[in-house]
């Protein structure tokens, strides 16, 4: 892995911004602060500002977006006149919590709904024909899709057939050509003029009802109680946290630190420190509780406990979601060991692509072990298993800067469908195509990924002295959240580190490392086959962070990597 520092901007353009921010001498702004500002494209005093103070008053108009103005007057008409509306869904955390988000703001003004997740399995991704036939059941006369649709031509045609109108709240990348909808909202439309193109699916469906709203007379404010939903989304579905979506997530985020909502309580231990939640706490213990209701069984029983209001209720749902949780996790490292198995045993291992195939793995974890996979093999990975007779599916996974939704349209001709986008994708194909696929994937990627994009990167903000990590670099640090792409958490090195004292191995498998370095601990998550390195001096890459045990607040490094220091 190599060290890079950002310096993706010239001294110039520091030295202008740090005078700029240093215009009140009583208050300095020190270089750093200035230069992690650079490095995430702020370049003014006014962007500064809007970066430390996002406000809600900042969002972009919703009537900017391509149909929207159609979309509102639809949905007016529909409650007005008592229409039966389905809300319906993709299975994942983006789906679930857009599907949960609408149908909350909905029910203030109808109790004629309903809503629709598709099984994972026996319908897949997207509007199903299954779904529009309980539509049709249920003399539904509204489908309000989010984060689906903008692929789904015959779902789409079918339910015009009944005479039911669809609007499409999607962010997934369109082809040249998109479906007979009702209306479409996808700031991704090549047409499409909203100003901000990185809205994850929760984010469309929070923009429709952001332009519910404004006609129906509420203020920006009366919203914030949804946008827990929003920012759970923003952080699972690894979307920008810049622009639009950093407002999101930051009043997001403290909505979620009220711990008001009885799901996310259940879910997340009603003993939980809320106040202290980032969104990085919300990817590794949120989010996959809520996946996994859709990867182990169905994904309406999630937005079945984000809708309740009821603590026993959700006690109840919460337990079941935890125990899938579980299963989910035995699952995905038993079939990654299987994955790791495949490709030594075939001699793939200095390929430019990893592809593998088991009939028997589950459906519902291939997303992750191929990214897993990648944490061995850093490449493009697809994950492969049987869908149906003679049919194949799986999810795909990128890395760094290599268009994986570009390199499986290239290969498209080998598939019966796929969708997704840069870095992460789904794809289904008949099994008599799978080595046909595979080789000219293998081969796209091989004549068009870069020598650099073939390593992992680390990206560092600064080179510290160890005792330039103090509180008040800490404190300045966390004006910078909520962090995610576009908007990493710092990154700092420092080189020339003797440990103090014992280097410990811990953890129930023994698998990770604990030390003291000066004044602060330092602690690498699996990294413990690297003790050996301590013995010498070395150089490491790490977060500062503040580890808070028995009521006791310590400054934390939280290693990502350690190499022997030349120092």
């Given amino acids: 892995m190599r060290w890079t520092l950002d310096c993706t901007t010239s001294q110039i353009e520091l030295e202008q911004l740090h005078l700029t921010l240093n215009r009140d001498p009583e208050k300095p702004v020190d270089l750093l602060v200035s230069q992690l500002l650079l490095n995430r494209g702020i370049k003014s005093w006014e962007e500064a500002k809007t970066f430390f103070r996002p406000e809600l008053e ?13 979309s509102v007057d639809r949905v007016l008409k529909a409650l007005e006149t008592d229409e039966r509306i389905l809300i319906y869904g993709d299975y994942d955390v983006d789906g679930t919590t857009a599907v949960s988000l609408v149908y909350e703001f909905l029910s203030r003004y109808s109790s004629q709904l309903m809503y629709y997740i598709p099984d994972r399995y026996t319908e897949g991704y997207g509007i199903s024909t299954k779904g529009i036939e309980f539509a049709k059941d249920h003399e539904i006369s509204l489908i309000i899709a989010l984060d689906c649709g903008i692929k789904d031509y015959v779902a789409i045609s079918l339910a015009n057939s009944y005479s039911i109108d669809t609007l499409v709240c999607d962010h997934h990348q369109p082809s040249s050509k998109v479906p007979e909808a009702f209306a479409i909202l996808n ?16 984010g469309v469906a929070f923009k429709l009802i952001q332009a519910l709203s404004l006609k129906l007379g509420l203020s920006i404010h009366e919203l914030s109680p949804y946008l827990d939903f929003v920012a759970l989304a923003i952080g699972a579905d690894m979307v920008p946290l810049d622009g639009e979506n950093r407002i999101l997530a930051y009043w997001g985020m403290l909505e ?61 749902l919460a337990d079941q979601i935890k125990k899938y949780n579980l299963e989910r996790r035995a699952l995905d490292q038993s079939i990654t060991k299987q994955a790791l198995k495949q490709i030594f045993e075939r001699g793939t291992e200095e390929k430019a692509t990893t592809v593998v195939y088991n009939p028997s793995w589950h459906k519902g974890v291939v997303g992750i072990v191929a990214s897993k996979l990648i944490e061995e093999f850093y490449r493009p990975t697809i ?7 003679g049919e194949l599916a799986g999810s795909a996974r990128s890395v760094k800067g290599y268009d994986l939704y570009a390199a499986i349209d290239a290969c498209s001709a080998s598939l019966i469908q796929f969708g997704g986008h840069q870095f992460a994708a789904g794809l289904r194909l008949k099994e008599e195509n799978l080595i046909e696929f595979q080789d000219a994937f293998e081969a796209h990627v091989a004549q068009t990924i870069q020598t650099e994009q073939q390593e992992a990167e680390l990206i560092y903000e600064a080179e510290l002295a160890i005792y330039e990590v103090e509180p008040k670099l800490l404190r300045i640090l966390n004006r910078y959240r909520p962090y995610g792409p576009n908007n990493p958490q710092p990154l700092f090195i420092s080189k020339g580190i003797k440990v103090q004292g014992p280097v410990r191995c811990i953890g129930k498998d023994q698998t990770h490392l604990k030390f003291n370095v000066a004044h602060c601990e330092a602690i690498g998550f699996g990294m413990a086959d690297q003790k050996e390195l301590l ?11 503040e580890n808070t045990f028995r009521n006791q607040r310590k400054l934390q490094l939280r290693l990502v990597d350690i190499k022997p220091s030349i120092l």
């Fill in 58 to 70: 900042h969002l972009h108009d919703p009537f900017l977006m391509k149909g929207m103005h159609t």
């Fill in 256 to 316: 979620l630190q009220k711990g008001e909502r009885i799901a996310f309580r259940t879910l997340l231990g009603n003993k939980k420190e809320f106040n202290e939640l980032s969104l990085t706490d919300l990817n590794f213990s949120l989010a996959p509780k809520i996946n996994a209701a859709g990867r182990m069984k169905h994904a309406e029983q999630a937005v079945s406990l984000m809708l309740v209001n009821n603590e026993e209720q959700a006690e109840d």
């Fill in 187 to 202: 700031p991704k439309q090549q047409d499409c003029n909203y100003p901000y193109k990185e809205l994850c699916g929760c």
């Fill in 535 to 545: 013995d010498g001096k070395v150089d490491l890459a790490y977060h500062i962070e």
């Fill in 383 to 389: 994950v492969l298993t049987k869908a149906s007779e």
